[in-house]
């Protein structure tokens, strides 16, 4: 059904989030590697998701000052 495939894909660009926040933790990338317009897309569902969140709780202190 579409509504699978939908949810497949939003499952999926989120697990590629998850990679880059990673590897950016890592140290392997930094934020300013990637193009400007990813730069920009990480960001802005960064800031929603603390936005719905209130908080990024899930998301390791140290990560929170990768951007």
């Known amino acids: 059904s579409i509504g699978g495939v939908e949810a497949d894909v939003e ?3 989120r697990v590629i989030e998850d990679v880059i926040n990673l590897l950016i933790a890592k140290h392997v990338i930094v934020l300013t590697d990637l193009p ?5 897309k990480l960001l802005q569902q960064r800031s929603r998701r603390e936005n719905l969140l209130g908080s990024t709780a899930i998301i390791a202190e140290g990560e929170q000052k990768l951007f």
Not at 36 to 40: I, K
């Open 36 to 40: 400007e317009a990813v730069q920009n």
């Open 11 to 13: 499952t999926m660009v």
